[in-house]
């Protein structure tokens, strides 16, 4: 998988399949556009809705930290994994508030993919300030050795060719 639009277009289809399969993907991915997608690195847009509203009418913190977990996890996935792992540590940082029917746009890159441990930094804007931040390291041993086989598959298929 080479180009951004490739990138793009690959992350776009782990997205699809979120929302295929419901649950609670399917409801973080549903109001999500992917904005653009490059290796390592995706960048994502969602309006704030009222259900995503604490009980003082701002952002609640547990949905800015679904999106660090979201982002991040879209990030591995921009290195051509089809699944992306599981989350083994969030941290989220709360900077300022956002309210509804703002646009809240995430930035979220791979900081060090190894064999293992996928190690991610998600930064969220709104109005064009920084209103939360986070890291967010996901366990991919499954993933990267599932990516192993296809190209060794895809590989064996070109020299029988």
Request: aromatic letters at 6%; one cysteine or more.
């Amino acid at each position: 998988m080479t180009g951004a639009t490739s990138i793009l277009n690959h992350i776009n289809k782990v997205v699809e399949a979120a929302r295929q399969r419901g649950g609670f993907d399917a409801m973080c991915f549903n109001k999500m556009t992917v904005l653009e997608a490059e290796k390592g690195r995706v960048r994502g847009e969602v309006a704030v809705a009222k259900e995503y509203l604490n009980t003082i009418g701002s952002t609640h913190g547990g949905w800015l930290s679904t999106l660090v977990d979201v982002g991040g996890s879209l990030a591995v996935a921009s290195h051509g994994f089809a699944t992306n792992g599981v989350s083994t540590d969030i941290s989220v940082s709360f900077l300022a508030g956002s309210k509804e029917g703002d646009k809240v746009v995430f930035d979220a890159q791979v900081l060090k993919l190894g064999n293992t441990l996928a190690y991610t930094r998600v930064d969220i804007f709104a109005n064009s300030r920084m209103i939360a931040t986070g890291s967010h390291t996901k366990y991919i041993a499954r993933e990267t050795a599932a990516k192993k086989e296809a190209a060794a598959a895809a590989a064996t298929a070109e020299k029988t060719e």
